[in-house]
Each structure stands twice: as structure tokens, then as C-alpha cells.
């Protein structure tokens, strides 16, 4: 069975240009959720999708945005980028919305701006 | 808002022996799940073990278990027996049951301990 799978793996932009990262989830999961990691401020949450849904959101401005297809593939877009969206994005995937449910993740986005 | 925190950025222990990483968090709730997750240089992360806040019975996996007291908000993980492939950054993780309206329903992380293992 295929994990998450997120691509690209690397990614360099330069600042004010606006960035897609894509991300598969396990075959049959219906959440996705994504999470920016930085070595200052950690691991944060910036949203969750469901069945196409957003279910919520982190705090983060209106330049993150995301969606989730039919096939629960999702996408996270930022625009207008800063040095500071430099970060590794990271993807989870998982069956429903369970709290205890595992979520998966994948092995991350590293974006670079400059 | 939900907050967790680990007081130790980094623990070392030589290998075979036994270490507790330490984790604490802040919530008004009661109902909450907890996760202590793994990721090694790859960067993927791992669940190591998870916690449902209404189960008072401690989780164990295999060399992994907890030490969860709900009272004082302490969940740590101990990891008995460590193995050079245990060496890696342990992320305590804190979620709201779903639709609790308890802030978002994403996973709140903790900082990290960095874990390192002496031959």
C-alpha cells in the first residue's frame, strides 16, 4: 500500500512569486491536513480538508490557502511568498476525522525562498 | 488554544538502557487525544503511540509506553531497552475530539526532544 506521497520534494522560489505543493494520500483516507514546520516556530497546523471540505484552519494569513479533490488529493497554494514561507510542509493523511485516528504523514515539501 | 510543551530539547542514553521524555500541556478540555510521534532524519513523521484522555489505563507499544496523568497534564513517553534506530526528534502531539469547537482540529506539537543514542 502506498504512503502519502508529496511532491515536489524540493522546491526553490523567489520572493513575491506564489507556490502549489500537491499531496496524495493513502489509498481510501478522506482527510487531509497540513502542517508547516520551521526550526523557530515548530510544527503548525494550517488546515484540514475532508470530502472536499475545509474543516478548519490554522493561524496562518489568507496567502495559504488549499482545496482537496473528489479523489482526496490535495493541494496547498501560497502566494505572494516571504523569506519567512521558507519551511518544511508537511502532508497527513488519515481514514476520517476521528481524533484518535492515526494520521500519516508524508515525507514533506522542503520550499525554499529567496 | 490548546498548548503543549517539552522541556527537553535534547536527551542522550546509551544503548539498551532505558529514557523518559517528558511533556506537558494546557487545556480546558476533557476530552483530548495525545500522540507522541517520531521523525527521524528522513523527515517523515511516525506515530509511536497514542493516547485517548477518558482511558486511565497507560498505552503501551512493544518498548514504547506512557506515563499519562491527567491531572497534571503530563504525558511522557518512556522507551525502554533504546536501539541506535530509536535516535531520532519525538514530537508530543495534542488533538481536540472532533467538532468539539476547542480551536482547530489539527494536531497541536510540542517543540520536540531531540533523542540521541550512544553506542
Redo the contacts between chains.
Keep these: 500500500k502506498a504512503g502519502v506521497t508529496q511532491t515536489p520534494r524540493y522546491l526553490i522560489k523567489t520572493r513575491g512569486q506564489q507556490v502549489t505543493l500537491s499531496c496524495s494520500p493513502i489509498s481510501g483516507h478522506r482527510s487531509v491536513?497540513w502542517?508547516q514546520q520551521t526550526p523557530g516556530q515548530?510544527?503548525?497546523?494550517?488546515?484540514?480538508y475532508f470530502s472536499e471540505t475545509q474543516?478548519?484552519?490554522?493561524?496562518f494569513p489568507g496567502r495559504f490557502s488549499g482545496r482537496q479533490f473528489s479523489n482526496s488529493r490535495s493541494e496547498m497554494n501560497v502566494s505572494t511568498l516571504e523569506l519567512g514561507d521558507s519551511a518544511?510542509y508537511?502532508c497527513?493523511s488519515s481514514l476520517g476525522?476521528?481524533?484518535?485516528t492515526?494520521?500519516?504523514?508524508?515525507?514533506?515539501t522542503r520550499l525554499t525562498v529567496v | 488554544a490548546q498548548t503543549v510543551t517539552q522541556s527537553q530539547p535534547e536527551m542522550s542514553v546509551q544503548e539498551a538502557e532505558t529514557v523518559t521524555l517528558s511533556c506537558t500541556y494546557d487545556t480546558s478540555e476533557s476530552d483530548?487525544?495525545l500522540f507522541w510521534?517520531k521523525q527521524p532524519p528522513?523527515?517523515?513523521?511516525?506515530?509511536v503511540i497514542?493516547q485517548?484522555a477518558y482511558k486511565q489505563q497507560n498505552a503501551t507499544e512493544n518498548r514504547f509506553s506512557v506515563n499519562f496523568q491527567k491531572a497534571a497534564k503530563s504525558f511522557s513517553l518512556k522507551i525502554s531497552d533504546s536501539q541506535l534506530g530509536d535516535a531520532a526528534m519525538y514530537?508530543c502531539a495534542y488533538?481536540?475530539?472532533?467538532y468539539s469547537g476547542g480551536g482547530?482540529?489539527?494536531?497541536?506539537?510540542?517543540?520536540?526532544t531531540h533523542l540521541i543514542i550512544q553506542p
Excluded: C, V
Design positions: 491536513s502542517y515548530g510544527l503548525q497546523f494550517l488546515f484540514e474543516r478548519n484552519k490554522g493561524n518544511l508537511l497527513a476525522t476521528e481524533g484518535n492515526e494520521a500519516f504523514f508524508g515525507q514533506g | 483530548y487525544y510521534y528522513s523527515r517523515q513523521m511516525i506515530l497514542r485517548e514530537f488533538r481536540s475530539p472532533p482547530a482540529d489539527g494536531l497541536t506539537f510540542g517543540k520536540g
